[in-house]
């Protein structure tokens, strides 16, 4: 009975100083004030600082101190208003640094038809300027169209600066295709190409000048313009037109060998609407060529490669030959260096056409033969075959052979 009476009397005191406690606790924080003694526990925090749209905000936001550079942009949007969907267009924006220290500047990304001209980055000097130059390609757009370029500056209030342009573009004429290539032409041979110039405005358009802008050029009297109105079948194609031209290009045969290019200039009677060019370019080959993987028509050389002694190797090529009218052409093999390489002309598998005809050869490098090495650079040095034809533009055909058996 005493010890049941000592626990109730040792419960009884430790309650009544854990209320004591809580008691004179909460006087001491809501009645008394504070002593000024520091808190047990309890650090100094480092000052908040609170980012939002990139920047510092808040009343503790932490502000950057002394010297600073600041970007200001003239007009941050340009409109070109009403414009030709085939076109090119360029604005230039002034930036300046109006702030007390060096401004970076260096391009960002940017939407896909803008591109910022002759410019990469640059530091401006307080109080200094630089135009920067952006170009808007309105080719196959149709309607209202925005688009952007950014700059990347060091300016802690504006770190990315957008320089936009807007315009209405109209589809008054359309050029097809943007290009005209040649793929290829065979020298002493002619060649056509067309341009179709389709016009959708309202009004009357019509062409007054088709002509090749570079005048100067070599090629340019072994081409030729002609040009005639769309007929209402090849309008009924193109919604909306309201006319058209057909320009058709001729290559004339004996441009020389190579590549060349022009530029077609079209001038309209609109005010409004800027030339259009047009790209014409194209390559011309020999009257003679050969097709087939390995042949490099540059230098003349069949690269056949590391060829295993005792596997050989075979590959297949094309002969193609100017066609002789009234005649069939005919092509043997003449000689060969190494003598161990063994030509097949397959006479009975030529192909005919109205303007070429095409002669398959296989060139065979027999198992067993070799070693050998024809890897050199000049000709001396390579492998090479001759083949005989009755063809008067080339009674002898030469081809260099670029390979090793190991």
Same mark, same amino acid.
């Given at each position: ?14 309650? @009544? ?48 101190? %002394? ?51 002759? @410019?990469?980055?640059? =530091? ?7 135009? #920067?130059?952006?170009? @808007?390609?309105?080719?196959?757009? @149709? ?21 936009? #342009? ?43 000048? #088709? ?30 037109? =309201?006319?058209?031209? $057909? ?6 045969? %004996? ?9 077609? $200039? ?68 003449? $000689? ?71």
């Amino acid at each position: 009975m005493a010890r049941y009476s000592g626990w109730v009397f040792t419960a009884v005191i430790a309650i @009544f100083g854990v209320v004591s406690g809580i008691g004179l606790g909460y006087y001491q924080v809501h009645r008394l004030p504070w002593s000024g003694r520091p808190l047990v526990g309890i650090t100094p925090a480092e000052p908040i600082s609170v980012t939002f749209n990139g920047g510092p905000q808040g009343a503790t936001a932490v502000q950057p101190g %002394g010297a600073q550079p600041r970007v200001e942009v003239a007009e941050m949007e340009y409109d070109f208003g009403s414009i030709e969907s085939e076109g090119k267009y360029r604005h230039e924006f002034l930036v300046r640094n109006v702030g007390d220290a060096p401004l970076s500047l260096r391009i960002g990304d940017s939407s896909c038809r803008c591109t910022v001209l002759d @410019f990469s980055q640059a =530091t401006l000097q307080p109080q200094e300027g630089v135009k #920067i130059a952006i170009q @808007f390609d309105a080719h196959e757009y @149709f309607g209202p169209v925005s688009q952007h370029a950014s700059l990347i500056t060091n300016d802690p209030r504006n770190p990315r600066v957008l320089l936009k #342009i807007k315009a209405n573009v109209e589809r008054s004429i359309r050029v097809a295709p943007a290009e005209l290539v040649f793929s290829r032409i065979v020298r002493n041979q002619a060649a056509t190409g067309e341009v179709r110039v389709v016009i959708f405005r309202r009004q009357p358009v019509t062409i007054t000048n #088709i002509g090749f802008a570079e005048v100067g050029e070599e090629t340019l009297q072994f081409l030729e313009l002609s040009h005639a109105p769309l007929t209402p079948a090849e309008l009924a194609g193109e919604p909306g037109a =309201t006319g058209g031209y $057909r320009i058709t290009v001729r290559v004339k045969p %004996g441009l020389p060998v190579g590549p060349f290019h022009q530029k077609i $200039r079209i001038t309209t009677d609109q005010s409004d609407i800027a030339p259009l060019e047009v790209p014409v370019q194209g390559r011309v080959e020999s009257e003679f060529g050969i097709i087939g993987t390995g042949w490099n028509a540059e230098r003349g050389i069949l690269h056949l490669g590391r060829i295993q002694r005792e596997s050989g190797s075979q590959v297949r090529i094309m002969l193609r030959l100017p066609a002789l009218p009234g005649q069939t052409v005919e092509v043997e093999p003449l $000689r060969s260096v190494p003598d161990f390489v063994q030509v097949q002309v397959r006479q009975e598998e030529s192909v005919q056409a109205s303007e070429s005809v095409l002669i398959p050869i296989v060139i065979s490098i027999p198992a067993g033969a070799g070693p050998a090495n024809y890897f050199g650079n000049s000709e001396e040095e390579l492998g090479r075959i001759v083949l005989k034809t009755n063809h008067p533009a080339a009674p002898e055909i030469k081809m260099l052979l670029r390979f090793a058996v190991d």
